[in-house]
């Protein structure tokens, strides 16, 4: 029991490291990504707070070198689900009686331990096991996971001081309590703070996890239980397990004691584990809370009145950072006839000076995508749209597997604006432009906002105010994050709060309170001081 009213450490978000040539940071950086290159590290599956080892091992391989093994995790099975599970609920009784505060130094620690100590281990393994350059793990591995931990603390803070109003002669109170069950956090192999983010979150309101990571993050994953452990997260608050997706959604999403669904991933997998949900709503003690950020088809809409320089610079940026690799990632645009040339011109000049190549090499841009699944699926659509009739490729279009899975950064120009690439989520560096007349501003802000199924982020480029009101109004359902004169990626938590509608999600907002709220059960609670002793109220007389 707590005999303070606490305020926390004010959040700001963390500084972050340049890594310019030469630099102290750059050097130990890069130092610690040599040393974890050359081991063979074991990575078990956490239980209740034992590392779980089984009889099947599998490789882990770097994109960058798919013949270059970093070790191997140990996949579970049902079983092992089970034990999860069961693990979770076993620590939910004790975790709930914790103080906030206490809940709340171990997350700030797990923040300060990632900005310290834990800097280059966890971006040495995002490298290694995503092939992100060091500026995008800073930013994301390290930066964004601590901005994460130490703003939802802030934000919890901030709800459980949001009470409501009392009269004379009774108190009254809102207790944020946690979710009655256990939680499910199913995180993707991109954003390494996503992963720590997602299971985190809810076990800092109280909440006891099972965390199935990306089998292509494990890695960073495997670092950032490291971290959690470190921290003091007790035993069984947060079960990290490497168990295939369909059967241990289906094991889960079908046990009585399941409460929540916190999920970043593709929308045809969101779309049938919610399904799942609705087909067991009767074997539930509550219903489940259902949070999900999925896909996107995220553009950049140019007006005549924009400047070429920073759309291009944006095109090129917001396109082929992390290899597209972002649900945020520009991969439709649309660009006036008036402009086309000299965004193209610029494209095409930034694009010459672009290195492509290993994260170990800090002067390369351009990594490699996550697997082959990933690289026959860029390479299909640029092989269709050089075969095409209304496309083709005015930039890169080279794929090159012999050593990593790398995909050259491609822009493809069409005259369709139904056309495959400018409809359909790649998930790669491919970004595809359609040409408009000048005079079809605003019929193309229609086309824009219903070409994609997907409203995740957008932007806009224009000089001309009236223009950028126009768009703004046009596209109000076409983003849950939209840019004005900038690129349609880069969200800060506490800054711009992320997340999208239609087929892109729940629209939650993570990075701020308002994804807390989600895994949150309020209890309202009336305290009378003196209470009535007669039935009667003044009209009986």
Not at 438 to 461: A, C, H, M
Request: net charge negative.
């Amino acid at each position: 029991m707590s005999k303070a009213i606490s305020q926390v450490p004010m959040a700001v978000n963390e500084p972050v490291n340049s890594y310019a040539p030469g630099s102290h940071e750059v050097k130990s950086l890069i130092s610690t990504y040599k040393t974890m290159w050359k081991e063979s590290i074991e990575i078990p599956m956490i239980i209740g707070g034992k590392a779980i080892k089984t009889a099947e091992e599998v490789k882990l391989y770097s994109p960058q070198d798919h013949q270059h093994s970093v070790g191997f995790y140990h996949k579970g099975d049902m079983s092992h689900v089970e034990q999860a599970i069961e693990s979770a609920l076993k620590a939910k009784e004790q975790w709930n009686k914790l103080g906030w505060e206490h809940r709340a130094a171990i997350f700030l620690k797990a923040a300060d331990l990632v900005a310290g100590p834990y800097r280059d281990r966890l971006n040495a393994a995002t490298m290694i096991g995503q092939s992100k350059n060091v500026h995008q793990a800073e930013i994301d591995a390290a930066c964004e996971f601590i901005d994460f931990l130490r703003f939802n603390v802030e934000f919890m803070t901030e709800m459980y001081s949001e009470q409501p109003i009392s009269d004379n002669g009774i108190w009254n109170r809102s207790e944020y309590r946690p979710l009655e069950g256990f939680c499910f956090a199913v995180t993707p192999f991109n954003f390494t703070a996503i992963s720590g983010n997602l299971p985190s979150c809810m076990a800092m309101l109280g909440n006891v996890v099972v965390w199935k990571p990306s089998d292509k993050q494990i890695y960073s994953a495997h670092v950032i239980m490291e971290i959690f452990r470190e921290a003091g997260l007790p035993d069984g608050v947060i079960n990290m397990i490497f168990t295939d997706g369909k059967e241990t959604a289906e094991k889960v999403l079908a046990h009585p004691d399941f409460a929540g669904l916190h999920f970043t991933g593709s929308t045809a997998v969101f779309q049938g584990m919610w399904k799942m949900i609705g087909n067991n709503i009767h074997t539930y003690k509550t219903y489940p809370r259902i949070v999900g950020e999925t896909g996107g088809k995220d553009f950049i809409m140019v007006h005549p009145s924009a400047n070429a320089q920073a759309v291009a610079t944006a095109m090129v940026r917001g396109a082929f950072e992390y290899q597209g690799q972002k649900c945020s990632a520009a991969s439709r645009a649309y660009i006036p006839q008036s402009l086309w040339n000299e965004v193209k011109d610029i494209v095409g000049q930034q694009l010459k000076s672009i290195k492509i190549g290993s994260p170990e090499d800090p002067s390369n841009f351009v990594n490699a995508v996550i697997d082959k699944n990933s690289f026959e699926k860029c390479k299909g659509y640029i092989e269709r749209a050089e075969k095409s009739d209304v496309a083709e490729v005015v930039f890169g279009g080279t794929c090159d597997d012999s050593k990593g899975w790398f995909v050259h950064p491609t822009v493809i120009l069409t005259s369709n604006p139904q056309y495959e690439s400018m409809v359909e989520e790649i998930f790669g560096p491919i970004l595809t432009v359609f040409v408009y007349e000048d005079s079809e501003w605003t019929n193309t802000l229609k086309i824009v906002d219903q070409t994609s199924p997907y409203s995740l982020t957008g932007s806009i480029f224009a000089q001309d105010r009236y223009a950028v009101s126009e768009a703004y109004n046009a596209l109000e359902n076409a983003a849950g994050n939209f840019y004005i004169n900038d690129k349609p990626t880069g969200a800060v938590v506490g800054q711009q709060p992320f997340g999208g509608a239609r087929a892109s999600g729940t629209n939650d907002k993570a990075g701020s309170k308002m994804n807390l709220m989600r895994w949150v059960s309020v209890r309202s609670v009336k305290e009378t001081f003196v209470s009535p002793k007669d039935y009667r109220y003044p009209f009986l007389g």
